[in-house]
T-cell receptor, first 115, second 115 residues
Framework: SQTIHQWPATLVQPVGSPLSLECTVE??????LYWYRQAAGRGLQLLFY??????ISSEVPQNLSASRPQDRQFILSSKKLLLSDSGFYLC??????????????FGQGTRLTVV | GDSVTQMEGPVTLSEEAFLTINCTYT??????LFWYVQYPGEGLQLLLK?????DKGSNKGFEATYRKETTSFHLEKGSVQVSDSAVYFC??????????????FGGGTRLMVKP
């Protein structure tokens, strides 16, 4: 069966420090991969998605970047964190089918607090 | 573009009360519709889905019917339990020209069930 791992679960980082969140998927090949952010008391915002190795699309301009160095690995990074980067970050994957009835499967999330 | 609107919370109910969480959407074409649930401190889990008009998704006593004429996908449960306390997200998935299936989420509705 497919599983998705996301770490760390919680992170407290000072303003201006770098960030690296990692997400890996097991049990499937060539998945679509996604990074979402959930700000406190708000809904989910899609940050990045990837349909293949090295292929990253950004949905919103921001202080973050994403990379996909391997088929089932998706990394969210920042060179210098801002206070506004605080939030709950969720990695997700879906099967690459091009069909809209495919659901996404989410990791457990990383709660990032920038202080 | 695609959008999902769901009722703002929190929704506070007593145990065994009837639940309705409204969700309406705007999308081109024929999207698939989903309800996800997020328990405290966790990622999102798929609760149910419907892939075409008049389909009814159901799971764990929750139901939602895909109403194309009213562009709605309201979530209902006949008798809620304390364990149903969570945040519920309505979402749609429409085919992406880049072959990804991105989910568009509503803002989430927090449900609190009191004993």
């Amino acid at each position: 069966s497919q599983t998705i791992h996301q770490w760390p679960a919680t992170l407290v980082q000072p303003v201006g420090s770098p960030l690296s969140l990692e997400c890996t998927v097991e049990g499937t090949s060539n998945p679509n991969l996604y990074w979402y952010r959930q700000a406190a008391g708000r809904g989910l915002q899609l940050l990045f998605y990837s349909v293949g190795i090295g292929q990253i699309s950004s949905e919103v301009p921001q202080n973050l970047s994403a990379s996909r160095p391997q088929d089932r690995q998706f990394i969210l990074s920042s060179k210098k964190l801002l206070l506004s980067d605080s939030g709950f970050y969720l990695c997700a994957w879906s099967v690459l089918t091009g069909r809209p009835n495919t659901e996404a499967f989410f990791g457990q999330g990383t709660r990032l607090t920038v202080v | 573009g695609d959008s999902v609107t769901q009722m703002e919370g929190p929704v506070t109910l007593s145990e065994e009360a009837f639940l309705t969480i409204n969700c309406t959407y705007t999308a081109t074409g024929y999207p698939s519709l989903f309800w996800y649930v997020q328990y405290p401190g966790e990622g999102l889990q798929l609760l149910l889905k419907a892939t075409k008009a008049d389909d009814k998704g159901s799971n764990k006593g929750f139901e939602a019917t895909y109403r194309k004429e009213t562009t709605s996908f309201h979530l209902e449960k006949g008798s809620v339990q304390v364990s149903d306390s969570a945040v519920y997200f309505c979402a749609l998935s429409a085919r992406n020209n880049n072959a990804g299936n991105m989910l568009t989420f509503g803002g989430g509705t927090r449900l609190m069930v009191k004993p």
